[in-house]
């Protein structure tokens, strides 16, 4: 597809289960942003890949949260030992990425709603 | 951390009136976006202002970038039932992070 694709859109897990949150984003960006939304708040950023470089993990609110890149393209967001404050939108973005701009436009995709039980 | 504070919260008002959104934070920023979501959707890009003092229009919206570069208002002129939504503002640092603010869900009623 053309646009930022997340899965799965919802879902539901007991509390400790380990879940994976998957973002495939638009072909030939080298940026990929992971952000987090409460229900109807604004986004908390999570984390940030740009190209090869090292992952800002600055926003990564525990060590049960990890993410990682493969290829420089599909991201894979997990969290181990899932807690009931987990629950929320996942939400994924792309972006060009170019070098040294950063007024490019951020992609988002639909975001995936987890809920923790 | 929410590096921006929006405000109002949430804005509820008639069709035809006028409002302002206000973003605000103590960093300064290389630039500042707004976008607008929808419920079950992604935000989407509304405008990027990269120059302090700068002004853009965009129909009925006009986006304000301070001075500073730290803060940044979106003013709505005769609010439209489509307008409604969560309205959200977002600051770029050099390297292409961009840190969002809290949120501000505008309801327009027709």
């Known amino acids: 597809g053309a646009g930022v694709s997340q899965s799965p859109s919802n879902k539901v897990t007991e509390k400790g289960k380990d879940v994976e949150l998957r973002c495939d984003p638009i072909?030939?960006?080298?940026?990929l942003y992971w952000y987090r939304q409460s229900l109807g708040q604004g986004l908390e950023f999570l984390i940030y890949f740009q190209g090869n470089s090292a992952p800002d993990k600055s926003g990564l609110p525990s060590d049960r949260f990890s993410a990682e890149r493969t290829g420089g393209s599909v991201s894979t967001l997990t969290i181990q030992r899932t807690q009931q404050e987990d629950s929320a939108v996942y939400l994924c973005?792309?972006?060009?990425?170019?070098?040294?701009?950063?007024?490019?436009?951020?992609?988002f995709g639909e975001g995936s709603r987890l809920t923790v039980l | 951390t929410q590096l921006l504070e929006q405000s109002p919260q949430f804005l509820s008002i008639q069709e035809g009136e006028n409002l302002t959104v206000y973003c605000n934070s103590s960093s300064v920023f290389s630039s500042l976006q707004w976008y607008r979501q929808e419920p079950g959707e992604g935000p989407v890009l509304l405008v990027t202002v990269v120059t302090g003092g700068e002004v853009k229009k965009l129909k009925r919206l006009t986006f304000q970038f301070g001075d500073a570069r730290k803060d940044s208002s979106l003013h709505i002129t005769a609010a439209q039932p489509g307008d409604t939504g969560l309205y959200l503002c977002?600051?770029?640092?050099?390297?292409?992070?961009?840190?969002f603010g809290t949120g501000t869900s505008l309801t327009v009623i027709p």
């Open positions: 973005a792309s972006s060009p990425g170019l070098a040294g701009v950063n007024t490019g436009e951020l992609f």
């Open positions: 072909s030939g960006h080298t940026a």
């Open positions: 977002a600051g770029g640092y050099t390297g292409n992070q961009f840190y």
